[in-house]
């Protein structure tokens, strides 16, 4: 059984505003040193599954011709968004692990903040290729005319774009609040929620604005997930022949997959009832949202796309053959 640390604030340095913050204390993991070296190996297990899986569909598609579609385009740009924010949050929380401390600094925690909401565009990521598979099963004649090069590229631009301004306003907004609670994260990594406890200003309710912004902005992509994958069954169960259902299936299972995955993962973590929360309970789901879901992506791609698995053998093979 693995517990976790549980009173983040029993170390709290209670500071009398923010410029005098020079670090914030993260949560550990573990409070016993043998699980904090256990809790240290399974991120570093969990972290080289996503570095290796997701680095090999980087390089699968950027060096296979014959992957430069759209669906392969779009599934580069979440290997890159996997990549890295599993690098943004799990090698702080291994370092901690490893030497037994808790600190981050201040421009720090300003940074990974950034990074986190940055590279999260993993739903965004997720919408557009939904939308891929909607055009390609529902309107297949249109295909190369909605999602062109160019329309693709302006696709995955708008979406890393639009990630980029939102990091940039929610953390500047959030950096710009006096903290008077003390520096103390209820977080392995440094979240805006837990940021937000330790404000002493009302102009935190600027924040829980946006917040609710992003919050709409999620359900949004939701909802057009929703429906268009509702449009794709009903147009599959249209097909005459069983082999063309299977195989218009089988192009949206590895995409359903994922989404089910992350949504799934995100969905109970942050919606569970109050009676169920627990700071062991919360911290084991926040490692599971935010850490398995870019270990799992590319093998779940991996096992259902025969191109894909293709690809990446002959990639293995001919760099084993070069030795």
Not at 194 to 215: D, H, P
């Amino acid at each position: 059984m693995i517990t976790f640390f549980t009173d983040p604030h029993a170390k709290a340095q209670h500071m009398s505003n923010s410029s005098s913050i020079s670090h914030f204390l993260l949560l550990a993991l573990a409070e016993t040193r043998q699980l904090q070296l256990l809790h240290f190996c399974l991120l570093l297990g969990i972290s080289l599954a996503a570095l290796l899986g997701n680095g090999l569909i980087i390089s699968a598609v950027a060096c296979g011709h014959h992957l430069h579609t759209p669906m392969f385009f779009f599934l580069l740009n979440l290997a890159l968004s996997d990549l890295g924010s599993i690098c943004t949050t799990v090698p702080k929380a291994m370092h901690n692990s490893l030497w037994d401390t808790s600190t981050i600094s201040y421009t720090g925690c300003a940074a990974q903040v950034f990074l986190i909401i940055f590279l999260g565009t993993e739903l965004s990521l997720l919408t557009i290729m939904c939308y891929d598979r909607y055009v390609s099963i529902c309107k297949p004649l249109h295909y190369g005319t909605l999602l062109g090069s160019r329309a693709c590229a302006h696709m995955a631009a708008a979406a890393w774009a639009s990630a980029f301004l939102n990091a940039l306003l929610h953390t500047a907004n959030t950096f710009s609040l006096p903290l008077c609670h003390g520096n103390a994260l209820g977080q392995f990594f440094c979240d805006i929620p837990q940021i937000l406890k330790l404000s002493c200003s009302k102009s935190y309710l600027r924040e829980l604005g946006l917040l609710a912004v992003s919050v709409c902005l999620v359900f949004g992509c939701f909802v057009f997930i929703v429906f268009s994958y509702v449009q794709i069954f009903r147009a599959v169960l249209r097909i005459p022949s069983e082999q063309g259902q299977h195989k218009a299936f089988s192009t949206c299972l590895p995409h359903l997959g994922v989404v089910s995955l992350f949504l799934s993962t995100a969905l109970f973590a942050h919606l569970k009832r109050p009676s169920m929360s627990s700071p062991s309970l919360d911290l084991a789901l926040s490692v599971l949202y935010s850490v398995v879901p870019p270990a799992l992506n590319p093998l779940i791609y991996s096992l259902r796309n025969q191109e894909l698995k293709a690809a990446v053998w002959r990639l293995m093979t001919g760099g084993f053959q070069k030795h």
